[in-house]
C-alpha cells in the first residue's frame, strides 16, 4: 500500500502552489467529462485524482477532521469542503477505486477478505450453531459503500417516524425525506421529478428484463402480496422490483464515485489515506482532534470547528473507547484512562441477519442483470405501526450454493426488524487489533419466531405456481418440516446481514444512547459521531441509503450551526 508523502507543517500557503493548480485543472476536466459515475475510461484518472489529493502538503490544523471517508464520510467531505472550510478526511484503507471488484457491480464479491475489507469476524453465535460470523467493512475510499451489493433502498415511513419518536424531532420524517432527496438520483426519473431530487448518487432500476422477475412477482403475489415501488417513500407493504445504486453500464455509483471524487477539486479539501487514526484528542470537555500513524510515526492533527467520527458501526465505537469514552469498567480493563464514563458506547448492535433457500431450475437461466437481484417482498407478523418484520429477495443466482451457472436461484430471507442487541467491545488498548464483534442473532425468540417466517415465506416465493416452468427442486435435501428441523437449518445455512447498526445510538438522554440529536457526543465539546451507528433501530431494509440520509442531514446541521456561531460564510 502506499504511504501519505511526506509532509511538515506547511501551512496555508502550499495550497495555493502550482501543483495544486494543476490538481484543479485536471479535476476540472474530469469532472466536465462526466466522471461522477465510475467508467472504464476514467480508471486512470481516479489514481491520478487519489494522487493530487495525497501530494498535497499535510496542515496541522483544520476546520473539520472527518475519520473515515466511507459512506458518511465522503458525503460530509463533500458538503463540508463546499462551504470553503478546511477539511482534512482521513482514511484507513486505501484510495484505490478503479480496481474493477470496486468499480464494476459483478465483482463486489471479491472484495470480502481481501485488502478493501476489514475481514473482520463475530464472536462465536450460540444461535448458529456456534459459527462466526463474517463482519466484512469497505477499508477503501467509500467505505462500505465501495464493496457492498449496491442494493438500494429508500426505507419504509415508518421507521423514521420511529426514529424521531427515540431521538428526538430533529430528526423527523419530513426532514429526513428531504435529506434522502438530496443524496439519490433515480435514473428514470421525469424532467420534474429530476428537478425536485438533486443527489448524486444514481440508482437505476435494471432487473425487468430477467425472466424471473416476472415470476418472483407472480410468487410473491400468490402468498398475498401487492406490488408497490420500492423507492417511493411509501410504506413497504408489498413486493417491488429491485433497484441498483450504479450505472445501466455496470459501475458503481456509490459514495466515494459520486460524492468525494468530485470534490476533490477543492484545494480546501484534503484526503489522506492508507493511514489509521488511533485515537481522539480529548482534553477535558474539548475534542482537539486526532492521533494518526502516518509513515509509523505518531501525528496530532487540531480540527478547530469540529472532529467527525464516521469510521462504520463497528470502528467508531472502537476509536471512541480508545479515546476513554465508554464504559467505565471496561476501558479500566483495558488500561485506559477513562475521559468520560459511557455506557452506551458499543451497546445495542444490530445487524439483520439472512437464511438464503437455493433452488434448482429446469431451465437454463440468463446470467444475472446488473447485481443480480430481482425483487424485494415484504412480511410482517402485525402490519400497521412498525416497518415489516422480515424482506425477501429474489435473487437471479444460486446465492450461497456452488451451482453451475444458469441451472439455480435463491431466494434470501432477511430479519429486518431484530429485537436482539449485541455489542461491539475491545479486544486490547492496541488500535489495529479487531474489535468483538457479538450480535447476538437470534436471542430473543421473536427473532426466531420472524426468521422462521422469513424462511416459509422464500420458501413460498422459490417454488409455488409463480415459479411454474423453472421450479426444479430445493438445492438442499434437508427436511424442513418442523419447527426444530427449521431452526437447525437457520442455525447451520443462516448468516449475517452485514447491516450494522447502532453502537454510537443517537437518543434523547446521556446514560442510554452516545450522541444526541444533533449527533453531538454527550458531554464533549466539537466531537459528533456520523454514520451507521448513531442509527437507533435498524431500518427494514438494506441500509446504505439510510446511513447517507442521515449523514446528509448531519451535513446540514453542521453548516447551519457553523454559520449560526460566524464560523462559516452564509
Ligand atoms: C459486504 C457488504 C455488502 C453490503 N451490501 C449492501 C447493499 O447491497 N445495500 C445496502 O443498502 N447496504 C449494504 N451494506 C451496508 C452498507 O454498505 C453500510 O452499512 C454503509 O456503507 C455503512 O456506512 P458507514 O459510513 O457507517 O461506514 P463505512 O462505509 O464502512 O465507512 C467507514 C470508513 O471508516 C474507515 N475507518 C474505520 N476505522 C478507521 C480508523 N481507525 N482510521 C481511519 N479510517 C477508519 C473505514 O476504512 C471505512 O472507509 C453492505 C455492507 C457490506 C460490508
Not at 487519489?50 to 499535510?58: P, V
Not at 475510499?141 to 419518536?165: E, F, K, T, V
Not at 445501466?248 to 484545494?267: F, I, T, Y
Not at 417482498?377 to 402490519?383: D, H, I, L, N, V
Request: hydrophobic share 40%; with cysteine.
Amino acid at each position: 500500500m502506499s504511504k501519505p508523502s511526506t509532509h511538515g507543517n506547511s501551512g496555508p500557503a502550499a495550497e495555493g502552489a502550482p501543483a495544486a493548480g494543476r490538481r484543479r485543472d485536471f479535476l476540472a476536466r474530469l469532472i466536465a467529462l462526466g466522471t461522477g459515475t465510475v467508467g472504464t475510461g476514467a480508471f486512470g484518472s481516479y489514481a491520478e485524482a487519489a494522487e493530487a489529493s495525497q501530494s498535497a502538503a499535510l496542515k496541522d490544523s483544520y476546520d473539520y477532521i472527518i475519520v473515515g471517508a466511507g459512506s458518511a464520510g465522503c458525503l460530509l467531505a463533500d458538503r463540508l469542503s463546499a462551504t470553503g472550510a478546511s477539511v482534512l478526511l482521513i482514511e484507513a484503507g486505501t484510495s484505490n477505486i478503479n480496481q474493477p471488484k470496486i468499480a464494476e457491480v459483478a465483482y463486489w464479491l471479491q472484495n470480502l477478505s481481501s485488502e478493501t475489507d476489514w475481514a473482520r469476524l463475530s464472536t462465536p453465535q450460540p444461535h448458529l450453531a456456534n459459527r462466526r460470523q463474517g463482519a466484512p467493512g469497505g477499508k477503501v475510499w467509500g467505505g462500505s459503500g465501495s464493496i457492498n451489493a449496491m442494493i438500494w433502498l429508500r426505507g419504509d415511513p415508518r421507521d423514521y417516524a420511529q426514529w424521531c419518536r427515540l431521538v428526538g424531532q430533529e430528526w423527523n420524517p419530513d426532514a429526513l425525506n428531504r435529506a434522502y432527496l438530496k443524496v439519490a438520483q433515480p435514473a428514470a426519473l421525469d424532467a420534474a421529478a429530476r428537478h425536485a431530487q438533486t443527489g448524486r448518487i444514481n440508482v437505476g432500476r435494471y432487473a425487468d428484463s430477467h425472466p424471473l422477475t416476472a415470476a418472483y412477482l407472480a410468487s410473491s403475489a400468490a402468498t398475498g402480496l401487492r406490488t408497490i415501488e420500492l423507492n417511493a417513500g411509501r410504506p413497504l407493504d408489498g413486493v417491488g422490483v429491485a433497484e441498483v445504486n450504479a450505472t445501466a453500464d455496470g459501475r458503481r455509483s456509490g459514495p466515494a464515485q459520486a460524492m468525494l471524487v468530485p470534490a476533490l477539486v477543492r484545494p480546501n479539501l484534503k484526503v489522506l489515506s492508507d493511514t489509521l487514526i488511533t485515537k481522539l484528542l480529548i482534553q477535558g470537555r474539548h475534542c482537539r482532534g486526532v492521533e494518526a500513524v502516518v509513515d509509523n510515526v505518531a501525528l496530532r492533527i487540531n480540527a478547530t470547528h469540529e472532529t467527525i467520527v464516521s469510521a462504520g458501526a463497528c470502528e467508531s465505537p472502537k476509536i471512541l473507547m480508545l479515546s476513554g469514552l465508554g464504559p467505565a469498567d471496561h476501558l479500566a480493563a483495558h488500561g485506559i484512562r477513562v475521559q468520560q464514563a459511557m455506557p452506551a458506547v458499543g451497546s445495542n448492535l444490530q445487524d439483520h441477519m439472512l437464511t438464503s433457500v437455493v433452488f434448482k431450475s429446469k431451465v437454463n437461466l440468463p446470467a444475472q442483470v446488473s447485481n443480480g437481484v430481482s425483487t424485494m417482498a415484504y412480511y410482517s407478523t402485525g402490519y400497521g405501526q412498525s416497518a415489516p418484520d422480515v424482506q425477501v429477495a429474489g435473487m437471479q443466482y444460486p446465492f450461497g450454493a456452488s451451482l453451475p451457472a444458469g441451472s439455480g436461484y435463491a431466494v434470501i430471507a432477511f430479519l429486518s426488524k431484530p429485537r436482539s442487541r449485541g455489542s461491539v467491545r475491545l479486544t486490547s488498548a492496541d488500535p489495529r487489533q479487531a474489535p468483538s464483534i457479538d450480535p447476538r442473532y437470534l436471542e430473543q425468540g421473536i427473532d426466531q419466531d420472524n426468521m422462521l417466517l422469513g424462511l416459509d415465506r422464500a420458501i413460498d416465493i422459490g417454488s409455488n405456481q409463480g415459479m411454474n416452468g423453472i421450479y426444479g427442486g430445493r438445492y438442499s435435501t434437508a427436511s424442513l418440516r418442523s419447527r426444530a428441523e427449521k431452526l437447525a437449518f437457520i442455525a447451520q445455512q443462516g448468516g449475517a446481514g452485514l447491516h450494522f447498526t447502532g453502537t454510537c445510538i443517537a437518543g434523547r438522554d446521556a446514560s442510554t444512547s452516545v450522541v444526541d440529536a444533533n449527533f453531538k457526543v454527550w458531554g464533549i465539546e466539537r466531537l459528533r459521531v456520523v454514520d451507521a451507528s448513531v442509527i437507533p433501530e435498524v431500518p427494514t431494509v438494506n441500509i446504505q441509503a439510510s446511513v447517507l440520509t442521515v449523514a446528509q442531514l448531519a451535513a446540514e446541521r453542521l453548516i447551519s450551526e457553523a454559520r449560526a456561531a460566524g464560523l462559516l460564510a452564509q
